[in-house]
């Protein structure tokens, strides 16, 4: 069965600086993988996916992720926060022998200091 | 515009009572799903169903139900059998079944007291 690793619960960064958030990820066929936000009290919303194109993946909001199968991982990075970027992130990955369900990562909520 | 409605956005309920949660989509999806969010567990699957009148159980079915009327609707039945209901709940569809890229509602938070 495929799963989600996501390292650290809480990002703190300062506007402006990088956002480095880590996913990885546990699947013995090719993955989709997946970067949803989450702001508070409201639904997720898709930032970027990966399947199996391009490795270095661009999303919204200025976001983007590399897909790094020696790794088996998909971070996500930003070059430059803003406070809008203060949410919860999730990360998730699909495999279609297990009929693409999808499986989420624990979230990593970043906040960002002015 | 196209969406998903979920109602209440808040609700509260005693111990013993079951609780309908609503959502309504005009995507045109076939599919639709629950999910239950904790903090710090990311979202966990209830239900799925890809067409009218079926659906499937998640990786947590035990203490909930739902129904498949209409291609917009999938009630979410809370019941008074789920041990701990008080949580945030997610519903999302897409344009097949587990397509991988969902679009979800704002959600409905459920406090048992």
């Known amino acids: 069965a495929q799963s989600v690793t996501q390292l650290g619960s809480h990002v703190s960064v300062s506007e402006g600086a990088l956002v480095l958030l880590r996913c990885n990820y546990s699947s013995s066929v090719p993955p989709y993988l997946f970067w949803y936000v989450q702001y508070p009290n409201q639904g997720l919303q898709l930032l970027l996916k990966?399947?199996?194109?391009?490795?270095l993946v661009k999303g919204i909001n200025g976001f983007e992720a590399e897909f790094k199968k020696s790794e088996t991982s998909f971070h996500l990075t930003k070059p430059s926060a803003h406070m809008s970027d203060a949410a919860e992130y999730f990360c998730a990955v699909s495999v279609e022998a297990a009929g693409n369900k999808l499986t989420f990562g624990g979230g990593t909520r970043v906040l960002v200091k002015p | 515009d196209g969406g998903i409605t979920q109602s209440p956005k808040y609700l509260f309920r005693k111990e013993g009572q079951n609780v309908t949660l609503s959502c309504e989509q005009n995507l045109n999806h076939d599919a639709m799903y629950w999910y239950r969010q904790d903090p710090g567990q990311g979202l966990r699957l209830i239900y799925y169903?890809?067409?009218?009148?079926?659906?499937q159980k998640g990786d947590i079915a035990e203490g909930y139900s739902v129904s498949r009327e209409k291609k917009e609707s999938f009630p979410l039945t809370v019941t008074s059998a789920q041990k701990n209901p008080t949580a945030f709940y997610l519903c999302?569809?897409?344009?097949?079944?587990?397509?991988?890229?969902?679009?979800f509602g704002e959600g409905s938070r459920l406090t048992v007291l």
């Open positions: 169903s890809q067409i009218v009148n079926d659906f």
């Open positions: 990966y399947t199996s194109a391009a490795t």
């Open positions: 999302a569809s897409s344009i097949a079944l587990l397509a991988g890229e969902l679009f």
